[in-house]
């Protein structure tokens, strides 16, 4: 048998034993037959025995446990059946059968264990938390920070279902939670509760199925989010704020830029031009013979010219007139012959672009981005040559600048230049478009700049 089996005599005293007890307990039949059976239950349960011996003696069938100390040491979680045993009417001993139940009552003992652990984390949880029963959905257990949030007390609880936390207009919404919890056995998701005032409030909540006391039951964490949420949409307006606001210096600052080209180019141009046909006609009218004077006066007129080259090159720099009538591709041809002439740098710039004009925002964007990039290059690069991409498809333009100087650390750049590169990045953003940089010490550097055109031309 997978029991345990004994007889013992009307003094207690062991008779029999079968081999599963033996087992069970650790002792050989010699060691065990004569004795007593109080010489082996557990001394905590010796007060229990007794009671139940003296209930034998009158007859009274029992079954109840107790536990057992085996020759190791071990204490031995039994369910034990006793039946008395009559001789000419007499009380002369009992069988009993022992059931082993140690593995049980470990299992039962860890597990009530866990669960008082879980109730103290539970009820000492900073969250507001909940358990609830499904289909019915009635309160289960709350935790103290819930009742501080919610405003209820637990007897005001017990006589309501969660759906009162919802919403009015959101109450048919729980259906829907209870299918996804069969389904995926966890919910999670942002839901506005309500208070016990009436206060609406935004939570972080998270559903999930656990089993208590061998039943099955739903844990809700809940997490206020209400200020957060609002304090990210603050943060988004105002970002979106200082976005319109770039935007418009950037075009104010643009505007003026171009004004002051005209300015520039029209009134100074025209103004150095009529002093050099003057200096030209006093030029011609002075006597052959009068070298000082001539001499001057060559040099009065080469002042003129190099002036004027310096008031084209500055209004072409502040607002290149062919960028709006050329288009970019053509502006960027120019600016990079103007580049490599004024620094001496090896300067190329291939294209796809013909003629095609695009919106002023990307041309302005790109030609600054451009302008940036070529400064960065002659301050910090060290470079002997760059190389100027301007690539346009179907929904993307992008434009790539390449030198092979000394390169730089992009994670440690310097302020002057992370400014630089930080005005770069948001005349892109501004378009929806990336930028990346590439860099290491050594290797030179790669900007690439992309714009989606859907939008924008």
């Known amino acids: 048998m997978q029991e345990g089996v004994w007889h013992v005599d ?15 307990l ?3 039949p010699e060691e065990m037959i004569g004795k007593t059976v109080l010489d082996f239950i557990n001394p905590e349960d010796v007060g229990k025995a007794l009671n139940t011996i003296e209930e034998r003696k009158k007859g009274i069938y029992a079954q109840q446990e107790l536990t057992f100390i085996s020759k190791q040491g071990k204490i031995i979680y039994t369910l034990i059946q006793s039946t008395p045993i009559y001789t000419g009417g007499q009380y002369s001993g009992s069988i009993s059968m022992l059931l082993d139940i140690t593995e049980k009552r470990r299992a039962e003992e860890q597990l009530r264990l866990s669960e008082q652990k879980y109730r103290i984390v539970f009820e000492n949880n900073p969250l507001p938390m909940l358990i609830a029963e499904y289909p019915g959905r009635n309160f289960v257990a709350v935790n103290n920070a819930f009742l501080e949030k919610f405003g209820y007390r637990k007897d005001e609880l017990e006589k309501m279902t969660i759906t009162k936390l919802r919403r009015p207009e959101e109450v048919g919404e729980s259906d829907e939670v209870a299918k996804l919890l069969v389904r995926d056995h966890h919910f999670s998701k942002q839901l506005y509760l309500r208070k016990k005032d009436g206060t609406d409030l935004l939570f972080d909540v998270q559903i999930s199925e656990i089993f208590i006391e061998n039943k099955m039951v739903y844990l809700t964490s809940t997490r206020d989010i209400t ?7 603050e943060l988004t307006a105002i970002n979106e704020q200082l976005k319109e606001l770039t935007i418009y210096l950037q075009e104010i600052r643009e505007d003026e830029r171009k004004s002051i080209s005209r300015e520039i180019h029209d009134e100074l141009g025209q103004q150095l031009t009529a002093l050099k046909l003057d200096l030209s006609w006093m030029n011609r009218k002075v006597p052959t013979g009068n070298e000082p004077v001539l001499s001057k006066m060559k040099s009065a007129l080469e002042l003129v010219d190099g002036t004027l080259q310096t008031i084209r090159r500055i209004a072409g720099e502040l607002r290149p007139s062919m960028l709006d009538d050329l288009g970019l591709a053509e502006a960027i041809r120019w600016q990079t012959n103007q580049f490599e002439k004024r620094t001496g740098i090896e300067t190329s710039f291939k294209t796809n672009v013909d003629e095609r004009i695009f919106s002023s925002d990307i041309s302005i964007c790109f030609f600054r981005i451009l302008q940036e990039s070529l400064t960065n290059v002659s301050r910090h690069a060290e470079a002997t040559k760059v190389e100027c991409l301007l690539d346009w498809s179907t929904h993307l333009l992008s434009l790539q600048v390449n030198d092979n100087g000394k390169g730089f650390n992009v994670n440690e750049t310097g302020k002057r230049r992370s400014l630089g590169l930080l005005g770069m990045r948001e005349r892109i953003r501004m378009l929806n478009g990336e930028t990346h940089i590439y860099s290491e010490p050594g290797i030179g550097t790669r900007l690439i700049v992309i714009v989606p055109l859907k939008c924008n031309l």
Not at 13 to 24: A, D, G, M, T
Not at 227 to 233: D, L, P
């Open 10 to 24: 009307e003094h207690n005293k062991i008779i029999f034993v079968n081999h599963f007890l033996e087992s069970l």
């Open 26 to 28: 650790g002792y050989t």
């Open 227 to 233: 200020e957060q949420v609002k304090a990210e949409k």
